[in-house]
């Protein structure tokens, strides 16, 4: 009866679907073609305006205030802010490179080799054609199977502290050829002066003599059959990882290691075993679970051996409890379970401790991909204690540089110290419309006044309670001339020349509570405005040239989707009929003709060799693409603050303090103060009105990227001769 009613009921729906077996090819190929185009098409632009909703730097309204301030600006006035911003976005890839800029790090077969030529604990002799190699028995027994076996049948026989001679008795291969097994044994790679010829008849030797292909995976596996180290944990009255069932025979954890293999990847361990082989001692290092708790023991063994971080290590019966109480208020609250991030911090300290470099950049890695707006201010305050990390602090700056936006409108911000959002103001990449700043300061320091009054006042019936907070606090009720105090080193950081609208009523209520000075600025006292940009002529001119006296010598922040605006509106001219092709006068002195000194500040530190070896990075960070087009533009401050950029990155790379050498750059008496004039009485633009090109470098897809946390690379706006 059931089927019945079904094909009743298909009968009496022409609108039945039948199974696709039944359909007609010409009607499958369409359903696909519509398919394919929906997926193509309007999936794709529903993403991208999910995705723009989502990390929209500025909002509509600040944005369409940016379109009417350049509605009525001439084609020569927009080129030259282009110029400008142009610039700024090569200072803003060098500033990258600088807060990237880490000390380099040696791999595992790096070290491995530099304890091989250098001698470091080793324990036997190799003899070949009657030379004598030092070597690692540990090493030569993990990688060779010839070694392996020779060590098995010695082992026995030997029993004074002397130590082993191992002699290789094939005498038909070269001296050359042997060194270049010894070098693969260490290293596992090639020797790169080896030819092609040589290369393959050490292929065979390789094979004959059983040496291992993989040098990490070698050593893990003979690091607990024949590692002559232990690492012993001891837990003492720390009873954190120890179980209520605990014996006390679990309070040392042993770990058997590698002597060699931890001589090789850290100093401090080196120092501690070759102290033990000079007294003759058993290699046992006795370490305090205070310093290096057991529960991460596997995980930095690990990483000493591969040069990877690795948290899934870690053994479970040593792994603290995570209730799954805080797990499901996590996920509900949208937050990331903080464990691992908690892990890569403890591991951090250790690795710097026992002189770990390789290992204090990998935690810095994990802790900076676990960066998030809950997380910057926590990890700003643990990167500037002592012991803390730079290259962290650096990346706190960056993001909440590039996440301002979203930032300001969350609770997140009242938790933030306020040398951080001075770091950050301090930039000219704050990724948030300038009124934003301005009310973001504000709010923050109302929390803050508001917290000192809570402090002041306590209540005198209940002592858990605050007066103030109990009762809450009326906005009329702040004083705002302690308010000015608490933002004094914040709101001189706003820009307040480039707010938009210039009347916005959030810049007028700062005004009437006196937060802001309504007097000329003490820099622009006295300057003569050039030509005719004076503000009452153009009160546009700040925004686009620099010559001009300006409160902020740095001019408007760098906003990407103001560059797409103003492609924009270039365009629009264009359409409109206006002839908008020109031709800028580049007057910006070429970086050959620069000069840079470099002038120790710290002569009793820094040695004339390294000085050297700093100016001839210097030299070569100088002739960067990047630096010549910034010096083309012709800003002052953009070149002043590129160059700044190069002399941090060198220090840094170098491992040397910001502060230690001073870098200052002449310029050529011929050249000095011959800085573009985009707008004056006699312009330097030559229009031409059959030479239209509105393709004005900036790509599409740069422009509709702009989200992209300020890390894409936008192309040339302007060269010596660009035209528009």
Not at 77 to 84: C, I, K, S
Not at 255 to 277: D, P, Q
Not at 431 to 446: D, F, N, P, S
């Amino acid at each position: 009866m059931g089927s019945l009613n079904s094909s009743i009921q298909k009968e009496s729906r022409p609108d039945w679907i039948a199974p696709t077996s039944t359909r007609k090819g010409d009607d499958v190929q369409h359903s696909r073609s519509i398919s394919f185009v929906h997926s193509k098409c309007f999936t794709k632009k529903l993403s991208n305006f999910r995705w723009r909703r989502k990390y929209r730097q500025i909002s509509r309204e600040d944005q369409r205030a940016f379109c009417d301030l350049i509605s009525h600006w001439t084609s020569t006035e927009l080129a030259a802010l282009l110029t400008e911003m142009e610039s700024a976005c090569k200072v803003r890839d060098l500033i990258s490179m600088a807060e990237e800029a880490r000390p380099s790090t040696s791999v595992l077969a790096k070290d491995l080799l530099n304890a091989w030529k250098n001698e470091v604990v080793s324990d036997c002799f190799v003899i070949h054609k009657g030379l004598r190699y030092a070597a690692h028995s540990f090493i030569l027994r993990a990688r060779c199977r010839y070694f392996s076996d020779f060590w098995n049948s010695l082992v026995t026989q030997q029993s004074d502290s002397a130590k082993f001679e191992i002699l290789f008795m094939d005498n038909s291969i070269s001296s050359e050829t042997f060194q270049a097994m010894l070098y693969y044994i260490y290293s596992g790679e090639y020797d790169k002066s080896l030819c092609d010829s040589d290369r393959q008849s050490l292929n065979t030797v390789l094979q004959r003599y059983g040496c291992g292909s993989s040098l990490s995976n070698d050593l893990m596996a003979a690091d607990s059959q024949i590692g002559e180290c232990t690492l012993v944990f001891t837990a003492g009255n720390n009873a954190e990882f120890l179980g209520r069932g605990s014996h006390s025979e679990d309070r040392d954890y042993r770990v058997k290691c590698s002597g060699i293999v931890l001589a090789a990847r850290s100093s401090y361990l080196r120092s501690m075993i070759e102290k033990r082989i000079l007294c003759d001692e058993e290699l046992e290092i006795v370490i305090n679970e205070h310093l290096f708790p057991r529960i991460y023991a596997r995980i930095i063994l690990d990483a000493i051996y591969t040069d990877r971080l690795d948290l899934n290590k870690m053994q479970e019966k040593y792994q603290l409890s995570v209730s799954s109480l805080s797990e499901v208020q996590a996920i509900a609250s949208g937050q990331r379970h903080l464990a691992s991030l908690r892990h890569a911090i403890d591991i951090f300290h250790i690795a710097q401790f026992m002189n770990l470099p390789y290992l204090m950049h990998a935690c810095e890695d994990t802790i900076i991909a676990q960066m998030s707006i809950e997380t910057v201010g926590s990890l700003w305050n643990w990167a500037c204690e002592p012991g803390g990390s730079a290259y962290v602090r650096r990346q706190c700056i960056a993001f909440l540089r590039s996440d301002f936006s979203r930032i300001c409108s969350s609770h997140i911000l009242f938790e933030l110290q306020e040398d951080l959002l001075r770091n950050c103001l301090l930039s000219d990449y704050v990724q948030c419309a300038e009124v934003k700043i301005l009310e973001t300061v504000i709010r923050w320091g109302e929390h803050e006044l508001m917290r000192r009054m809570e402090e002041r006042e306590p209540n005198l019936i209940a002592n858990t309670i605050h007066s103030v907070s109990r009762k809450g606090i009326r906005r009329s009720e702040l004083n705002d001339e302690e308010l000015k105090s608490i933002l004094a080193d914040l709101l001189p950081l706003v820009r307040i020349d480039y707010i938009l609208p210039p009347f916005h009523r959030s810049l007028n209520a700062a005004y009437k509570r006196g937060l802001l000075d309504r007097s000329a600025h003490v820099d622009l006292l006295g300057q003569c405005y050039p030509d005719s940009r004076s503000p009452d002529v153009n009160p546009d001119a700040h925004w686009f040239d620099h010559s001009v006296p300006r409160r902020h010598s740095a001019g408007p922040r760098l906003l990407i989707p103001y560059i797409a605006q103003v492609q924009k509106q270039l365009k629009r001219l264009y359409r409109s009929g206006e002839n908008i092709s020109c031709t800028l006068q580049q007057k910006g002195s070429p970086t050959n003709e620069l000069q840079l000194v470099v002038n120790n500040l710290s002569p009793e530190i820094i040695s004339e060799t390294l000085k050297l070896k700093v100016e001839r990075r210097l030299k070569e960070l100088a002739e960067n693409d990047l630096l010549k087009k910034i010096s083309c533009c012709g800003c002052s401050h953009h070149l002043e603050l590129a160059i700044e950029q190069i002399r941090l990155r060198v220090l840094r790379e170098l491992n040397m303090d910001d502060d230690c050498l001073e870098l200052s750059c002449i310029y050529p008496a011929s050249k000095r103060n011959l800085l573009p004039h985009y707008y004056s009485n006699e312009p330097t633009v030559a229009v031409a009105s059959d030479a239209v090109n509105i393709d004005i470098s900036l790509s599409s897809r740069a422009l509709s990227d702009y989200g992209n946390r300020g890390k894409s690379c936008l192309p040339d706006v302007l060269c010596d001769e660009a035209t528009l």
